[in-house]
Each structure stands twice: as structure tokens, then as C-alpha cells.
């Protein structure tokens, strides 16, 4: 029985140039029909109890108090005593009653998307707020209580330069937060700048960034636990592993994906037919092949890497006989064996998806 | 129906000049093909045809046409294609006709295929009709066209009918022109069987299948029949015709064109241009054919997979059949193992089998850069012919080396002499006459090197002439050149596959050329790979493909498992795709690389 929930928030103030998720700018009355659908949702699953809930979005925080507080009660009576929320928040919205709001409903993690601190670059991407604004709602969530915060920056934005990284990085540093999630711009396809026809930046400037982010961080006592996660004190997102060390998770809401079983399924990314007619969520078909090789595909992006033993006993599959070529390969420089685990070295994480295609290869 | 009732005839024209759009508008008209069914180039079955907008194959087609005297004519209507590469099949199709259909666009007028085309015709003693096409397009000079056609053909156009194809218009006039003007087939239908095979293909539950223009006698169903040159006999078990839906009869007679089936396994027992006779009472000598056409483009052609090297040979076979004029050896690669080193007519006609070998036969290829037949005259005195730049002898057992070259005929707008002039030259090209067409055009004949043609001569004059000039040309002779080969290098190792054979001066700009395009093509691997070229040992270019450093996807949640997995898949076919060479992944297109190449 899974015991992780992912609810999908939809709507945003604005659309950001680089996203790809499934968003969207709605009236409230679209929003009412929304928060029907999402509680017979959450009738509907099996729901014992939650070790974490995460609210991502689209943009979670923009919903008004009494919208949040609705989506939140049914899905509150389920979590455990050590569990962790996350609310994904946009700085633009960040309010002292909703810091407030949040702290009585027992929100205990935010995960703040600001992106860059810097203010033109943030204008570049299609970010309403300013840096100040990111480092006031830092501030302010804390003075409210929220000790254990995510912090979300981009690299290898257009225009970005590594003395950029470096200086959002010292700004990161300065404010003492214990995790950072780092991506590199990936152009999506559908988004404002996929649209417009905008480049990603330069192979070798965004591998320079890469490795100037991990020795930093390294260099502050954070461990490179995922490939865009960094962590100091062990403050890992325990919900973002779920999804790397093959467990299951609800996922509910217009334009989410869950597991249940072992079987991913996606929600509808259609508002209109959500509102109307419910998830409708289609069922991805894998062979137990391909979900074992979906569970090496995640594990190795964590430094905790693949259960070998586990991974054997739940799919059946000698892993030493079916992989032999891609171990010898890569065994040494890119990957490491020990105490029954195959992790990737930091050399490995930075061409995983070459690997993977090996693996892949072997299936 | 008696032979004067019958007509077969081609149409035959400049590349897009509306012989397919014609070919429609007539099978229209005469009820051929209902109207339900019609669709655009309806004789192009080929999807790659339909795709391109060109025919590469002929067709052949019987119609029924009732004529404005009372009275009934068949058609054979053969379908040809264009372009230079194929006049190949144009002539084949010539040769089972007894007329052709001139198309000349009234808008361009006469074009370098369009000259080509009628001289064909003309070796063939054809009568032609010529038609003026596109008059509807607000460029259209009909009466410049006539007379540039009078003077530069010697055709008599004071009856060319005008019309557009694409409408419709005055298409029915030129139907009664073929019946009044074309001549009916001429052959004994007394005299002992003579059918001269001019097309066949395999069909996997009936065998060969050949496709013959009946000259004299008559063919049955039971008949034994006898080929020529081969000496095979077989028992007929079908024959027919194609409306262009196949039809069986219950017989061809004299002056028709059709089909014959006959349970043939073997493909190599029908020759296209051999003569089909009777076995028990065969005829005294074979019918002329027609001039055989050298290849004049070689390849290599290896599978990706090398375990699928019978699959290629077996598709070569099949695809021959039809395609006379392709031919294939075996031949072997360091860097890509078993292949077969084939001849084409030109760059289409390669790309064209290319393209077949992987659609219909569902192969993945490799082609190596082509290359033209070169005369090695070695200091032994003795001569050898390659066709393969990894054949070249050392430089030191090498007199001296000839090369192909062509006479090229350039139809081009005045304003574009200098221009193409000064291309001829940059190719090597040497002066040989220019003529006045009219008051707008000019034809340039230069002697030309093939392998400047095969290289990227007609993308330059294009580019050059904003499209507006045409091209002919035909095999010359062969002259003296300063080659050499270059050999490309991937991370110090000598890729035979990759070998080119160079005009000693272009040389450097090549190889330049060269290792840039291939950094382009392979993708980075794990470690830097030096990309070089050289010549004799000697290194004239160099680049390097860096190491690959970053390949990870930043995000990978739960809602982006399947996403990513299909990006991984896409690498992974990608990766497929690759031979490895040492240690070096180099994708399908690098060998292709010398052809795409900016060296300017």
C-alpha cells in the first residue's frame, strides 16, 4: 500500500517560459468544480496512511486560504506521526496568513521555486517575483517556523554566465537553508520558450556549471545525494525518494501521475474534462521488465544507488547475468558495487542517461 | 482488335514539366480509373514516388479510347520517369512504344531532360508529338516555346495543341492527335513469337512476373515460351494486361503491351531488354533491345547489422529486377565488415535504392561516400580499374591516374552565364562551346569531371541560378588528374570506409571541410576523439570531438518516469543505428558526410 500522495495543483498567476508541466490561469469558479473533483478523488483511493504529502504544482500556493484548507483536510486525517508536507511555493504569493494558515494545518516542509537571484534573469524566464522578495519570504517563512526548507535554482538559463551560478550559490549559502534541489534549463517542448524556439545553453559552459554546483555544495557539508539534490544534516526530501527507491505514491489531481501496485498511471492534463468528468487516469502497460529496469533508471540517480538483492527478489531477474556487459563497462570510474548496492560514482551521475541506454540495451 | 486499333506510346518530358498530371487527366478521360479511385500520380505506386513528387519507375497501362471517328483504340500508355538519372528507364519504356508524347511547359520551355529525352525518342525512330503544357499559367509564352521547340528540335508545332494538364483543358484534342497522328505497332501477328521484355518484378506467391511489349506473334496462356539470352524455359500461366489494375486475358497479340506470369523462381533467368520467344517454334534472332547503361556512381552498401548481410544481398537481387541498371559486388570494409560495393546511374538513382533497400526490404543501411571509376596506371605498366578509394594502390607503385569525365550540357538565363562559368571552373570544368537559344537563354557544354558532378555540382548550380538552369550530361572520356587519397582518422585509426579520392588541390579545403563535418555528425563519447585527415601518412586537418561531460536528465520524478524512459529509447534506437569502430561510435550518416559538407 503506497504510502506517499502527490496532489497536483494546476493553476498559476502567470505561465513561466520554461515550464512544461501541466498549468494553467483559471476563475474561481473553475477552481470550485476543481476541489469537487479532487475530494471524490481522494474518496475513491484506498487510503491508509501517509508517511509524506506534496503539493506540487503548477503553483500550490496560490490557492486562497479557504481552497487550501479545503484540499488539505481529507488528505490531513491520514498522515503519520513523523510524517512530511511539502508545499511547493511561488515567492510572488508568499503571505504571512498563509505562512499562518499553513503552520495550523501542519504543513512542516516548504519547497520555495526561486530560481535564480538574479532580478533580470528572473525576468528572462518569466518570474514575477524579485530576488528580494525570494530572500524576504526565506525569511519570513522561518520567523513562522518552517525549519526545513528546499530551496529551487536553475542553471544554464539563457544569458546565464558561471559567475551567475556562483553568486546564486553564495547567496543560497548565506541563508543557511539545509536543501537545495539545482536543475539545468531542459527546453520542453511545450513550453513558452520550446515554442519560441530557444536554444539551450552550451554543452561544455553547463557541464562547467555542474561541477562548480557540486564542489560547492560539497564544500558547504551538503551531500550530492540525487543528481539535482543536494542535502546537509540528512534533510533529503523523504518524498522525492519514494519515487527513486521504487515505492508507490497516489497521485491525485488534474495532471498527476501515481503508482498504485507497482502499475503508473497518469491523471487527465485536460482541465475542462477533469472538472467535468473526473482523473480518467490512463494505465501505463509495463512488462515486469520494464518496471525493473523504470527502478534501476531511478535508483541510480541517488548516491544510495540500486538494491541488488532487493531489486532480484522483487522482479525475479539475475542482475549480474543480464547487465554483465554494462558493468564491465562501466564498473570502476562510473559505477560502484558495495554491501549489495550498485551506486553511480559523481562521474556517473553526470552521463547517466548514457549508461542507461546500456542498460536499456541489455533488456 | 486489330492492330491498327492500337497505340502505344510514352510521354515523355523535362523533370516536372506535367507528364504524370497528363498521364491522370488521360486515364480520366477514357474512364480508366473511376473517379473514386482517382488520386494524384495514380501510376506512381511507389510510396518514395508519391512522397518525392517524381516517377522513378515506369508503368505501363491499357485504356480503351473512343475516338471521335465512331470508333474503339487501345492505348498502351507507358509513364516514365524524368529525371537525368533515369533515362535509363525512359529508354527501356521507349523501346516497347512506337510514339511519344512530347510535354514541354509553356512557361520554361525547352529544358536540358526535355533535348535528352527526344534524342532517345529519336534513336528509338519514334514519331513525336509535341504538347504545350501549363498555358494557363499567367507566364506562359506558348508561341516563344513553339519556336524555340521548331529551332532547337526540328518539330514541326504548328498543330501543338495547348493545354493544362492540371485542368483539364484541350487534354481531349491531344487523345485524337495520338489516334491521328501516332502510328500503329507494325509486327507479323503470323510471324513466330517475339516479345521484348521491358520490366519485371518478383511477387512472392507468383514469381517474376515480366512485363513485355508483344511485337510479333501472340502469347497464351500454356504456351512454352523461351528467353533468348538466357536460354530458360518455362510454361505460361497467366497472362494479361494492367488498367492499371491487373487483368487477366487470354492472350497478348501482336502490338500489345502486358504481363506474363509464369511460376519463374529464378530471378536471374529475366534479363529486362531480352526477347521472349517460343519455345517450339522459335524465331530466328533476338529483337534490338536496347543500349545497356553503365553505371556510372559506386558505393558501398553494408548492413548495420552485419548478421543481415544475406538479407541484403537477397533484397539487391529482388530490387535488380526492375532496376536493370543497378548492379552489385561483394565487398568487405575493415570498419564495416560484409557489404556490396554498387553502381547507379547518378546521386537520385543511388539515394532511390537507398531508400527502397530500407522501406520495402526493411533494412538498415550504411552507404559510404560515392565514388566514379578510376584508371590506375601503376608503374608496372599495367592498369587497374576502382571503383572503391580504399583500392588505391601506394602512392609509389602509382604512374599516373585518370578519371572520368562528362559532357555537360547547361541550359541557363542569360543573366547566369558568368555565374555558372565561374562554377564550371571552380569544378574543373573546361570550355567547350556555348550556344544562343533565344533571346533570354544561352547553352553552356563544358567537359566536367563526374565526381565535381556527384559532389555537389547540381545543389551549386541551383543555388548559383536561383533554379532556372538545366542540366545533361553524358560520359566522355577519360583524362589524366592530380589525385590523391585521403584518409580520414577517428581517434588514430584509419577509417578504410571513409576514404575519399581528391583533386590533389582541393585537398586541404576538403579535409578541413571534412573533420568538421564529421565532429558535427558523431556525438561525443566518453573520452576526446582526434578527428583527422590525411594524405600518404601526412596529417593536413585536424579537430578534436571533446569529451562528452553532461548527459542527465535534471528532473526525474514520479510524473516523468515514462517521458524520460522514451528519451532513453530514442538514444537507444539512435545508438542502434552506430557501428562502432575500435572504440569509436560513428553514426550512419558520418560516411555520407563528404556529400553535405561546406568547403567553401
Not at chain 1, 558547504?220 to 527507491?245: D, M, P
Not at chain 2, 497528363?22 to 500520380?41: C, G, H
Not at chain 2, 577519360?478 to 590533389?504: E, H, R, W
Not at chain 2, 601518412?537 to 522514451?566: E, F, H, P, Q
Amino acid at each position: 500500500m503506497a504510502k506517499s500522495c502527490y496532489v497536483h495543483i494546476p493553476f498559476c498567476g502567470s505561465i513561466c517560459y520554461y515550464c512544461g508541466f501541466c498549468k494553467s490561469v483559471s476563475s474561481n469558479a473553475v477552481k470550485e468544480k476543481w476541489i469537487d473533483q479532487i475530494h471524490k478523488e481522494i474518496q475513491n483511493k484506498p487510503i491508509s496512511s501517509l508517511d509524506t504529502l506534496y503539493f506540487g504544482g503548477g503553483t500550490p500556493n496560490i490557492l486562497s486560504k479557504e481552497m487550501f484548507r479545503a484540499l488539505s483536510l481529507p488528505l490531513m486525517e491520514f498522515l503519520d506521526s513523523d510524517y512530511e508536507w511539502t508545499v511547493e511555493c511561488n515567492p510572488e504569493f508568499i503571505t504571512e496568513n498563509q505562512l499562518q494558515e499553513f503552520q495550523q494545518l501542519g504543513v512542516n516542509r516548504l519547497s520555495i521555486g526561486v530560481q535564480t537571484f538574479q532580478d533580470s534573469l528572473l525576468q528572462k524566464i518569466g518570474r514575477h517575483h524579485s530576488s528580494k522578495q525570494a530572500m524576504n519570504s526565506i525569511n519570513l517563512s522561518r520567523e513562522f517556523g518552517f525549519h526545513n526548507l528546499s530551496v529551487d535554482l536553475m542553471y544554464g538559463l539563457p544569458g546565464q554566465s558561471l559567475d551567475n551560478v556562483i553568486r546564486d550559490l553564495e547567496t543560497f549559502f548565506s541563508l543557511g537553508i539545509d536543501h537545495l534541489s539545482i536543475y539545468s534549463l531542459q527546453i520542453e517542448e511545450n513550453s513558452i520558450f520550446g515554442k519560441k524556439g530557444i536554444r539551450s545553453c552550451d554543452d561544455e559552459l553547463e557541464a562547467d556549471m555542474f561541477e562548480q554546483i557540486v564542489k560547492m555544495c560539497k564544500n558547504h557539508g551538503f551531500e550530492h545525494y540525487e543528481i539535482s539534490s543536494f542535502a546537509r544534516n540528512q534533510q533529503y526530501s523523504k518524498h522525492n525518494l519514494s519515487y527513486w527507491t521504487d515505492q508507490d505514491y497516489y497521485g491525485i489531481g488534474c495532471g498527476a501521475v501515481g503508482r498504485e501496485n507497482g502499475i503508473l498511471y497518469e491523471n487527465t492534463k485536460d482541465l475542462v474534462s477533469y472538472c467535468d468528468r473526473g482523473p480518467m487516469p490512463s494505465f501505463i502497460s509495463e512488462t515486469i521488465q520494464e518496471r525493473a529496469f523504470d527502478s534501476i533508471m531511478m535508483a541510480l540517480r541517488t548516491q544510495f544507488g540500486l538494491d541488488v538483492t532487493a531489486w532480484q527478489k522483487r522482479y525475479g531477474l539475475d542482475f549480474f547475468m543480464q547487465y554483465k556487459n554494462v558493468l564491465k563497462k562501466y564498473l570502476g570510474t562510473y559505477l560502484c558495487f558495495e554491501k549489495n548496492h550498485l551506486f553511480p560514482t559523481e562521474q556517473g551521475m553526470e552521463i547517466l542517461n548514457t549508461i542507461l541506454v546500456d542498460f536499456l540495451s541489455e533488456n | 482488335m486489330d492492330q491498327k486499333h492500337i497505340r502505344n506510346f510514352s510521354i515523355i518530358a523535362h523533370i516536372d514539366h506535367g507528364k504524370s498530371t497528363l498521364a491522370d487527366r488521360i486515364l480520366e478521360l477514357t474512364d480508366t480509373v473511376e473517379k473514386r479511385e482517382m488520386r494524384d500520380q495514380i501510376l506512381d505506386s511507389m510510396d518514395l514516388e508519391r512522397e518525392r513528387g517524381i516517377t522513378i519507375k515506369l508503368n505501363a497501362v491499357q485504356l480503351i479510347y473512343h475516338a471521335k471517328n465512331g470508333e474503339d483504340y487501345i492505348f498502351h500508355l507507358i509513364d516514365t520517369p524524368g529525371h537525368v538519372d533515369f533515362s535509363y528507364e525512359v529508354s527501356r519504356s521507349l523501346a516497347a512504344c512506337d510514339g511519344a508524347v512530347l510535354v514541354v511547359d509553356a512557361a520554361q520551355g525547352v529544358q536540358a531532360q526535355t533535348l535528352a529525352n527526344v534524342y532517345l525518342a529519336l534513336e528509338n525512330d519514334l514519331e513525336i508529338l509535341p504538347v504545350l503544357n501549363k498555358v494557363d499559367l499567367p507566364s506562359a509564352q506558348p508561341e516563344v516555346v513553339k519556336e524555340e521547340i521548331e529551332n532547337l528540335i526540328g518539330l514541326d508545332c504548328s498543330d501543338a495543341i495547348e493545354i493544362s494538364a492540371k485542368s483539364g483543358l484541350n487534354v481531349d484534342q491531344v487523345l485524337e492527335q495520338i489516334v491521328e497522328k501516332l502510328p500503329s505497332p507494325s509486327g507479323d501477328p503470323q510471324a513466330p513469337l517475339q516479345a521484348l521484355v521491358f520490366d519485371s518484378l518478383y511477387d512472392s506467391y507468383r514469381g517474376v512476373i515480366a512485363f513485355v511489349s508483344v511485337k510479333n506473334g501472340s502469347i497464351k496462356p500454356k504456351d512454352k515460351i523461351r528467353f533468348m539470352a538466357t536460354g530458360a524455359e518455362y510454361e505460361v500461366i497467366d497472362v494479361g494486361v494492367r488498367t492499371p489494375k491487373e487483368i487477366v486475358k487470354n492472350s497478348l497479340q501482336t502490338g500489345e503491351v502486358g504481363w506474363i506470369s509464369a511460376a519463374i523462381k529464378n530471378i536471374e533467368d529475366v534479363r529486362v531488354g531480352d526477347t521472349i520467344t517460343s519455345a517450339n517454334a522459335p524465331c530466328e534472332a533476338p529483337l534490338h533491345g536496347y543500349r545497356e547503361m553503365n553505371p556510372m556512381v559506386y558505393c558501398g552498401l553494408y548492413p548495420v547489422d552485419n548478421a543481415r548481410y544475406e538479407d541484403l544481398k537477397e533484397a539487391l537481387s529482388k530490387l535488380k529486377l526492375n532496376d536493370a541498371s543497378l548492379t552489385f559486388e561483394p565487398e568487405t570494409s575493415q570498419a564495416l565488415g560484409f557489404g556490396f560495393r554498387c553502381g547507379f546511374l547518378g546521386l537520385l538513382h543511388m539515394d532511390v535504392v537507398e531508400e527502397r533497400l530500407e522501406r520495402e526490404y526493411n533494412l538498415d543501411l550504411i552507404a559510404t561516400s560515392p565514388s566514379v571509376i578510376y584508371h590506375v596506371f601503376k608503374t608496372d605498366k599495367t592498369m587497374i580499374a576502382i571503383d572503391n578509394p580504399s583500392a588505391l594502390p601506394p602512392a609509389q607503385n602509382i604512374d599516373h591516374i585518370e578519371e572520368p569525365y562528362v559532357r555537360a550540357e547547361i541550359m541557363v538565363p542569360k543573366d547566369y552565364v558568368g555565374a555558372m562559368m565561374e562554377l564550371c571552373q571552380a569544378k574543373r570544368g573546361e570550355y567547350i562551346d556555348m550556344q544562343v537559344i533565344d533571346d533570354l537563354r544561352m547553352n553552356m557544354v563544358y567537359e566536367l569531371p563526374l565526381s565535381e558532378i556527384i559532389y555537389d555540382f547540381f545543389d551549386k548550380m541551383k543555388s548559383y541560378t536561383k533554379g532556372y538552369a538545366s542540366l545533361d550530361y553524358h560520359f566522355s572520356r577519360y583524362k589524366p588528374s592530380a589525385l590523391v587519397k585521403m584518409d580520414i582518422l577517428l581517434n588514430g585509426q584509419v577509417i578504410d570506409a571513409l576514404s575519399t579520392i581528391v583533386f590533389k588541390d582541393f585537398a586541404y579545403n576538403r579535409g578541413n571541410a571534412m573533420t568538421i563535418k564529421l565532429k558535427k555528425i558523431i556525438p561525443k563519447q566518453q573520452f576526446e576523439i582526434p578527428v583527422q585527415a590525411a594524405i600518404g601518412g601526412k596529417i593536413i586537418a585536424r579537430t578534436n570531438i571533446k569529451a562528452l561531460r553532461k548527459n542527465v536528465l535534471a528532473k526525474c520524478y514520479g510524473g516523468d518516469i515514462s517521458r524520460k524512459k522514451k528519451l532513453l529509447e530514442k538514444q537507444k534506437e539512435g545508438k542502434k543505428r552506430m557501428k562502432k569502430v575500435g572504440s569509436v561510435e560513428i553514426p550512419q550518416e558520418a560516411f555520407m558526410a563528404v556529400l553535405s559538407m561546406d568547403d567553401e
